[in-house]
C-alpha cells in the first residue's frame, strides 16, 4: 500500500499470507506384493519402490509505504504456514521381492521466505507523529515418515507384516531445508522539530517440532546383502534459516524504536528398530543411524533511533535477538533382533550445527538517549544412540554404537551506541549463551537408576570375528559470547556490557549397565571431549569527552561458567 498527503492524516496496511496444508503418501498396506509385479519401479533390479517427496515453496511479501502526512502510519506483514506430512509405508503386508531390492523414501524439501517492509515519512513542519511498524513470521510444523511396521498376534506373538528374498532394503526419511528467511523493516522519519516517531520490525521463524523418522516396528526383514535405516535432518549448502529485524526511526522531539528477532527451532530426527517380533537379517551390513547435518540457525536485530532537532529531544531503541534451539537425534535397537554377516551399525550424529545471533542498536537525541541490546542463545543438543531391552545384536565382522557431535559453533554478538549532546546518555549490551548439551553411546539402561541386575532386560551385542564398540565423541566445539557498548554525553554517561556464557550441562557419556557383550576381537567402551573452547569478551567505550562531558562511567560484567561430565564405564 501508498499513500501520500501534506497534511492531515494518513494510514497504509496491507498483510500477505499463505497457508498450505499437504499429505504427501506412498503406503502399502494390508498387500500381499510379488517381486514380479513393479510399483513404481525405477530399475529391472527393484521388486518395489515406495517414494513420497515434497518440495514447497513459499514467498509472501508486504509493503506499506506512506509519506507526506503529519499523522502518517505505514504497517505491513507477512506470513507463511506450512503443515507437510511426506510418509512411505509399508504397514500389516508381505512382500516377496524375488532377489530385488525394496526401497522406501520420504522427503520433504521446503523454503519460505516472509519479507515485511513498513515506511512511514512526514515533511510536516507544524509536528505530528509518525509510526512505522513491520512483521514478518515463517512457520513450520513437518513430518517425513518412512517405516514397516506389523501387527502382532497376541497368541503366537507372530507378526503379519514380512519382507522375503529381498537383495536390499533402505528405509530412509529426510527433511533438507533450501531457505527459511523471515525478514521485517520499520522506517519511520518526521521531520519537525515538535513530532514524535514510534517505529517496530519483529522477525519470527518458528518451527517447534519437525520430525524425521525412519523405522521398522514389529516385522520381519530379509535380505540377500544391505538393509539401511535412515533418517536425516539437513540444510542444503547454500542455506540457513535466519530471521532479520531492522528498525530505523528519526523525529524532532521523540523517538521509540525497536527490533524483534527470534528463532524457534526444536526438530526431531529419530531411526530405529523396535519391537519384540521385529527380526533384521542380512548376509551384508545393516546400518541403523539418524543424523543432523549443517543446521545454521541466525537471528540478528538492528535499531536506530534519533530526535536531535528539538532542545528536549529524547530517543529510545532496543534491539533483541534470540535463538531457541533444541535438537534431538536418536538412533536406537529396543526389544528387537538384528543379525547381520558383515558390520551392525548403530550411529547418531550431529555435525557442524551453528546458531549465531547478532543484536545491535544505536541512539542519538538531544536531551536524553537510552538504548540496549540483547543477543541470546538458548541451546539444547540431545544426541543418542543406544541398545536396550532384550535386543539380540549380531554383526559377524563387528557391531559398533556410536554417539558423535561434530563441530558445533554457538556465537552470541551484542553492541550498543548511545549519545546526547546536550544531556544523558545510557547504554547497554547484554550477550548470553545457554547451553545443554547431552551425548551418549550406551547397552542396556540409559542410567543406574533404572539399572538391575537380573538379567531380564539386559541386550545382547555379539561378534564372531570382530570388534563391539561402543563410543561417544565430541570435537571441535566454538561457544562464544561478545557484547561491545559505547556511550558520549555532555552532562551524564553510563554505559556498559554483560556477557555470560552459561554452559549448564555438557555430557559425553559411554557405557554398559546391563546385558552381555562380545567380541572376538574386544570390547571397546569410550567416550571424548575434544579441543572445546569457550571464550566471553566486553567492552565499553566512553566518548564523553568529546562532548565537553561534566561526568561519565562505565561497567562490565564477563560470566564465563561450565559444568562437565565426561565418562565412560560398564556395570
Do not use: C
Not at 516472509?114 to 512505522?132: E, K, M
Not at 521398522?216 to 526383514?221: N, P, T
Not at 551384508?284 to 541466525?298: M, P, Q
Not at 554377516?341 to 543484536?359: E, F, L, R, S
Amino acid at each position: 500500500g501508498k499513500g501520500s498527503s501534506t497534511t492531515g492524516v494518513e494510514l497504509s496496511g496491507t498483510v500477505a499470507v499463505n497457508q498450505f496444508n499437504t499429505d504427501t503418501s506412498a503406503d502399502a498396506v494390508k498387500a500381499a506384493i510379488s517381486g514380479t509385479s513393479y510399483i513404481t519401479s525405477t530399475s529391472a533390479d527393484t521388486a518395489l519402490s515406495i517414494e513420497a517427496t515434497d518440495n514447497s515453496n513459499l514467498l509472501a511479501f508486504a509493503g506499506a509505504i506512506d509519506l507526506g502526512a503529519s499523522y502518517t502510519l505505514g504497517v505491513a506483514a507477512a506470513v507463511n504456514e506450512l503443515e507437510n506430512k511426506a510418509s512411505a509405508t509399508i504397514e500389516n503386508s508381505s512382500v516377496n521381492a524375488g532377489n530385488g531390492d525394496v526401497t522406501l523414501a520420504a522427503n520433504i524439501n521446503p523454503e519460505l521466505n516472509a519479507f515485511a517492509l513498513g515506511v512511514a515519512v512526514s515533511d510536516s513542519t507544524g509536528g505530528g507523529v509518525v509510526t512505522a511498524g513491520s512483521g514478518a513470521a515463517n512457520r513450520t510444523d513437518l513430518a517425513a515418515d518412512a517405516h514397516i511396521k506389523g501387527a502382532v498376534d497376541e497368541n503366537s506373538g507372530a507378526t503379519d507384516t514380512t519382507i522375503k528374498n529381498a537383495y536390499g532394503i533402505s528405509v530412509a526419511a529426510d527433511i533438507t531445508y533450501t531457505d527459511v528467511t523471515a525478514g521485517a523493516g520499520g522506517f519511520g522519519v518526521q521531520q519537525s522539530p515538535f513530532s514524535a516517531d514510534f517505529g517496530a520490525a519483529v522477525a519470527i521463524n518458528d518451527m517447534p517440532g519437525d520430525t524425521v523418522k525412519a523405522y521398522v516396528e514389529d516385522a520381519e526383514l530379509n535380505a540377500n546383502s544391505d538393509i539401511i535405516i535412515n533418517a536425516q535432518s539437513a540444510m542444503d549448502t547454500t542455506g540457513d534459516i535466519l530471521a532479520l529485524a531492522v528498525g530505523l526511526n528519526g523525529a524532532g522531539n521523540f523517538s521509540l524504536g525497536g527490533s524483534v528477532a527470534k528463532n524457534t527451532v526444536k526438530p526431531v530426527t529419530e531411526a530405529y528398530v523396535s519391537g519384540a517380533s521385529s527380526q533384521l537379517t542380512a548376509a551384508g551390513d545393516i546400518s541403523i543411524s539418524a543424523s543432523e547435518k549443517d543446521l545454521v540457525v541466525a537471528a540478528g536485530a538492528g535499531v536506530i533511533s534519533a530526535a536531535v532537532q528539538a532542545v528536549g529531544g529524547a530517543a529510545i531503541g532496543a534491539a533483541v535477538s534470540t535463538n531457541v534451539v533444541d535438537s534431538k537425534v536418536m538412533a536406537f535397537v529396543e526389544q528387537a533382533g538384528v543379525t547381520s554377516d558383515g558390520d551392525v551399525t548403530i550411529q547418531a550424529d550431529q555435525k557442524n550445527p551453528q546458531v549465531i545471533t547478532v543484536g545491535l542498536g544505536g541512539e542519538d537525541a538531544t536531551n536524553f538517549a537510552l538504548g540496549g541490546s540483547v543477543a541470546t542463545n538458548d541451546v539444547t543438543q540431545t544426541t543418542d544412540a543406544h541398545v536396550s531391552g532384550n535386543s539380540q545384536v549380531s554383526g559377524g565382522t563387528g557391531v559398533s554404537v556410536n554417539s558423535t557431535e561434530e563441530s558445533p559453533t554457538i556465537v552470541a554478538a551484542a553492541g550498543n551506541f548511545a549519545a546526547s549532546n546536550k544531556g544523558v546518555a545510557i547504554g547497554a549490551a547484554v550477550p548470553t549463551n545457554t547451553i545443554n548439551r547431552e551425548l551418549r553411546a550406551y547397552v542396556g539402561n540409559q542410567d543406574s537408576d533404572s539399572f538391575t541386575d537380573d538379567g531380564a532386560d539386559g541386550a545382547s551385542l555379539t561378534s564372531s570375528t570382530g570388534e563391539v564398540e561402543i563410543k561417544a565423541i565430541r570435537t571441535e566445539s566454538l561457544v562464544l559470547a561478545v557484547g561491545v557498548s559505547g556511550i558520549g554525553a555532555d552532562s551524564f554517561s553510563l554505559g556498559g556490557s554483560v556477557v555470560t556464557n552459561n554452559l549448564k550441562s555438557s555430557t559425553v557419556d559411554a557405557h554398559v549397565w546391563g546385558g552381555k557383550l562380545d567380541g572376538q576381537k574386544g570390547v571397546k567402551v569410550y567416550a571424548k571431549d575434544t579441543n572445546a573452547t569457550q571464550a566471553a569478551g566486553a567492552g565499553n567505550l566512553d566518548l564523553s569527552y568529546l562532548f565537553q562531558s561534566s561526568g561519565g562511567s562505565g561497567s562490565n560484567s564477563v560470566v564465563n561458567g561450565r559444568e562437565f561430565e565426561d565418562k565412560a564405564g560398564d556395570q
